[in-house]
């Protein structure tokens, strides 16, 4: 019960729960209602780098969500060129994640990271289609156990400024391992060939748990 009232958090987020503390205590002695609204946006930094554990189906057959958020799109399109993909043809499932979302991405499938890419960009809206391709973004292409390969792309969004990478080119994963995050609002793209949609636009998404696609 404990664990659903004070999840841990991600490493990241000490840092920053740091100085909302230090802000908060600052704003107190000003102002006691300044104070209040920086002990809110403290318990909600807190909250924004939660990390709870999650468990996979762990079956192959299916691509579990590398987010938490809401599904904006769900459709069919070229790979990412940066990838030198853009010849093959992928389904593609967006998940945006706001700013009350857990923000940790984790990875859709078992496989090994065959490459890393990551793309300076701009910070316009993670909602707006375009960010795909304009954002700063980092990519991951999986090679899975049947030798297919799987994308998943972190995209920063308006807030966001910073994507952390948790894996390594050669690294083995398992279904549900944390990849990364992304801090602040942000989105995350998923490319894959041999699977069949399981999502709909609008739907929310559990990270490492909810099934994207079935084979």
Same mark, same amino acid.
């Given at each position: +019960?404990? =664990?659903?009232?004070?999840?841990?958090?991600? =490493?990241?987020?000490? !840092?920053?729960?740091?100085?909302?503390? $230090?802000?908060?205590? /600052?704003?107190?002695?000003?102002?006691?209602?300044?104070?209040?609204?920086?002990?809110?946006?403290?318990?909600?930094?807190?909250?924004?780098?939660?990390?709870?554990?999650?468990?996979?189906?762990?079956?192959?057959?299916?691509?579990?969500?590398? %987010? =938490?958020?809401?599904?904006?799109? &769900? +459709?069919?399109?070229?790979?990412? !060129?940066?990838?030198?993909?853009?010849?093959?043809?992928?389904?593609?499932?967006?998940?945006? +994640?706001? &700013?009350?979302?857990?923000?940790?991405?984790?990875?859709?499938?078992?496989?090994?990271?065959?490459?890393?890419?990551?793309?300076?960009?701009?910070?316009?809206? $993670?909602?707006?289609?375009? %960010?795909?391709? =304009?954002?700063?973004?980092?990519?991951?292409?999986?090679?899975?156990?049947?030798?297919?390969? @799987?994308?998943? &792309? #972190?995209? %920063?969004?308006?807030?966001?400024?910073? /994507?952390?990478?948790? *894996?390594?080119?050669?690294?083995?994963?398992?279904?549900?391992?944390?990849?990364? +995050?992304?801090?602040?609002?942000?989105? %995350?793209?998923?490319?894959?060939?041999?699977?069949?949609?399981?999502? #709909? @636009?609008?739907?929310? *998404?559990?990270?490492?748990? *909810?099934?994207? $696609? !079935?084979?």
């Amino acid at each position: +019960m404990l =664990d659903k009232i004070f999840p841990k958090i991600h =490493d990241e987020g000490y !840092k920053f729960l740091v100085i909302f503390v $230090a802000v908060t205590i /600052i704003l107190y002695f000003i102002n006691g209602f300044l104070g209040f609204i920086g002990f809110v946006l403290t318990i909600w930094c807190y909250y924004f780098f939660r990390d709870p554990e999650r468990i996979s189906i762990g079956n192959e057959n299916y691509l579990t969500s590398p %987010a =938490d958020g809401e599904v904006l799109q &769900v +459709m069919e399109t070229e790979g990412p !060129k940066e990838l030198g993909l853009e010849n093959r043809k992928f389904k593609k499932v967006s998940i945006f +994640m706001n &700013v009350f979302d857990c923000h940790v991405n984790r990875s859709p499938c078992s496989g090994k990271v065959s490459e890393i890419l990551y793309k300076p960009g701009k910070f316009i809206n $993670a909602s707006l289609d375009k %960010a795909s391709e =304009d954002n700063e973004r980092n990519y991951y292409k999986i090679k899975n156990s049947q030798g297919e390969d @799987v994308i998943v &792309v #972190q995209i %920063a969004g308006l807030v966001a400024r910073r /994507i952390v990478t948790e *894996t390594s080119i050669d690294q083995e994963l398992q279904q549900g391992t944390r990849i990364g +995050m992304i801090r602040f609002g942000s989105r %995350a793209d998923l490319y894959f060939e041999n699977y069949e949609p399981l999502v #709909q @636009v609008g739907q929310k *998404t559990i990270a490492g748990e *909810t099934l994207i $696609a !079935k084979k």
